[in-house]
């Protein structure tokens, strides 16, 4: 069994920082990807980084590029998200998930086996 904790969210202004934390309980076979993802009202779930077990490899959406940045602590068994310059379109609830390695694509919510309840980012002036 795997639980997901994510936490670090709040209201800043655009262009400050934030770092969200992500701590996964259960195996380490069955959380070596860690991702983030945010969904915004009305809107489908996002994908916005992955990264592997090693780090070796991470992977970042678009809209976040050079901006964001993933890392993880597997002593701690934690992944971060630091958010820099942040914009007021970057408002979402975002949401930790993880999966075992293997076959799939990592950039699909949906092949994602455990959640966390979600953290609020709010940016607005």
């Known amino acids: 069994q795997v639980q997901v904790v994510e936490s670090g969210g709040g209201l800043v202004q655009p262009g400050a920082s934030l770092r969200l934390s992500c701590t996964a309980s259960g195996h380490t076979s069955l959380t070596q990807i860690m991702g983030w993802f945010r969904q915004a009202p009305g809107k489908g779930r996002e994908f916005i980084s992955y990264i592997t077990s090693n780090g070796a490899n991470t992977n970042y959406a678009d809209s976040v590029k050079g901006r964001f940045s993933i890392s993880r602590d597997n002593a701690k068994n934690t992944v971060f998200l630091q958010m820099n310059n942040l914009k007021p379109e970057d408002t979402a609830v975002y949401y930790c998930?993880?999966?075992?390695?293997?076959?799939?694509?990592?950039?699909?919510?949906?092949?994602?086996?455990?959640w966390g309840q979600g953290t609020q980012v709010t940016v607005s002036s």
């Open positions: 998930a993880a999966r075992p390695r293997g076959s799939g694509d990592y950039k699909i919510a949906r092949q994602y086996s455990y």
